[in-house]
Nanobody
């Protein structure tokens, strides 16, 4: 079974930085699109950043210029570098990926367990 394991969350002051990592493991054939979502208390989950298998990226407007998504295909890992953090960034961050499992043809969508990011003022 494919799993996504996240790390890198924590508590930082406004203006600080964090780097989130999400590593996929298991019976992986190939990984297509990957992304980071976040969900604040009482809010809907929103897409923060997206990266395609070819490296194209997209960001929600509120994080443009501050966050950078990247991937290391050799390590089956996606990263989210978060700079100039503000309290509004406080949320649980979830990794998401479309992965073609070995011996299958269609990709399957997977979610990480979530990692808490808290930004204090």
């Amino acid at each position: 079974q494919v799993q996504l394991v996240e790390s890198g969350g924590g508590l930082v002051q406004a203006g600080g930085s964090l780097r989130l990592s999400c590593a996929a493991s298991g019976s992986i054939g190939s990984i297509n699109d990957m992304g980071w979502y976040r969900q604040a208390p009482g809010k809907q989950r929103e897409l923060v950043a997206f990266i395609s298998s070819g490296g194209s990226t997209n960001y929600v407007e509120s994080v443009k210029g501050r966050f950078t998504i990247s991937r290391d295909n050799a390590k089956n890992t996606v990263y989210l570098q978060m700079n100039s953090l503000i309290p509004e960034d406080t949320a649980v961050y979830y990794c998401n990926a479309d992965i073609r499992v070995k011996f299958t043809r269609r990709p399957t969508n997977y979610w990480g367990q979530g990692t808490q990011v808290t930004v204090s003022s």
